[in-house]
């Protein structure tokens, strides 16, 4: 555990780095914020020029032995869930193509049953001639069963933290594997020493107060810009939504402290790709855009078979992880949370692109390399 040490470390003595960062959350006025906004728009444009990265999540299964007290998918939750098979998997990222995405995201719960190593390296096979960028959201692995995954197509690796308190962490995941916290902690390490060339982060704002919070972040981004120094590093700052399970956010997290944040992330970090989902409401996606922001999901769905209906005769009901049988007429997978931009991509698009933004639907080619 040679970074969750560390990190420990970087946050009980933090460095003049972190310190400044640390000012940059702390209360300020409308004018600094302001400030900051330039700030932040000028040093975007200087980096990524007026870019836009588009991208969309294709779920996999929202199959889960872990029980998170937030997460749609938990295990104690009785939802409808099923498993993609690679053909039905194939038809979902086929929808994404026809809408014009190049980059895809593959997102699955944690269940070892279901979702394998062997499974994901035959659905990245499978998506490699039609996305020159895969990038995945699955359980952390060690760094042989990384490897693998990177010879057969994918680039990047999601892992979010979901919260930097420890204590709060104990509390939120009571079972399954994802209770370790050490474990999830160093996973973006094991995936760069696995091969991977994108490493993306993030904490889930609601559950802890948001300062510590970001400092943890920064402290974590600190470590990763040190030691995963050739990858490609991209933070989200996911809010809580409403999901199966009826979590309720334990801390506030305002959109001015979002912006407040967004800001002082660019400005510490002026090279790391910033991440806003459709988690956001469309007007205040719309808004910062321009202000810091270099990539945004679109039309996005959150259950395994959302965009066409792959799987539907398959769902089956659970309890507390045993299968029972379905009661009610639904033909859809339960989604892990609701979405605020409903928008299709084209929409999202045309928006960017009044804004004076270029939306990018591909920035990546494996020729590059050969």
Not at 163 to 189: C, I, M, N, V
Not at 303 to 327: D, F, N, W
Request: glycine share 6%; with cysteine; proline share 5%.
């Amino acid at each position: 555990m040679i970074f969750s040490h560390q990190w420990a470390r970087d946050l009980e003595y933090p460095s003049a780095s972190l310190m400044a960062f640390q000012k940059l959350l702390e209360p300020c006025d409308d004018d600094v914020l302001e400030a900051r906004a330039r700030s932040s728009t000028a040093i975007s444009r200087r980096y990524f020029g007026r870019t836009m990265r588009l991208f969309a999540p294709l779920y996999l299964s929202n199959e889960c032995i872990n029980s998170c007290a937030y997460c749609g998918f938990s295990r104690d939750n009785a939802i409808l869930r099923v498993t993609l098979d690679v053909e039905q998997m194939a038809c979902e990222a086929s929808y994404l193509l026809q809408e014009g995405f190049r980059s895809v995201l593959l997102v699955a719960g944690e269940h070892p049953k279901f979702i394998s190593n062997g499974y994901l390296k035959k659905c990245i096979e499978r998506l490699v001639p039609m996305f020159p960028s895969i990038v995945l959201e699955v359980a952390p692995m060690e760094i042989k069963e990384y490897e693998p995954l990177v010879e057969a197509g994918a680039e990047g690796v999601l892992v979010y933290q979901e919260t930097y308190d420890l204590e709060a962490y104990k509390q939120l995941h009571t079972a399954g594997p994802k209770k370790d916290f050490h474990w999830r902690l160093d996973s973006l390490q094991r995936a760069y020493e696995g091969g991977f060339r994108r490493l993306g982060t993030g904490v889930l704002f609601g559950l802890a107060h948001w300062r510590a919070e970001a400092t943890a972040l920064a402290a974590h981004l600190f470590f990763l810009q040190r030691y995963c120094w050739k990858a490609q590093l991209s933070v989200s700052l996911p809010r809580l939504r409403p999901a199966a399970g009826n979590f309720t956010p334990r801390f506030s997290f305002s959109d001015r402290d979002f912006a407040q944040l967004l800001f002082a992330l660019r400005i510490t970090f002026p090279t790391i790709q910033l991440v806003m989902s459709t988690r956001e409401e469309a007007a205040f996606r719309d808004a910062m855009a321009p202000l810091g922001v270099t990539m945004m999901s679109a039309g996005s769905h959150t259950e395994p078979g959302g965009y066409t209906g792959q799987a539907s005769e398959q769902l089956h009901h659970t309890i507390r992880g045993k299968s029972v049988p379905i009661t009610c007429s639904s033909t859809h997978a339960t989604k892990q949370f609701e979405i605020s931009d409903d928008r299709s991509p084209s929409m999202i698009a045309s928006k960017l692109v009044s804004l004076g933004l270029d939306p990018v639907w591909k920035d990546w080619d494996s020729v590059i390399l050969t």
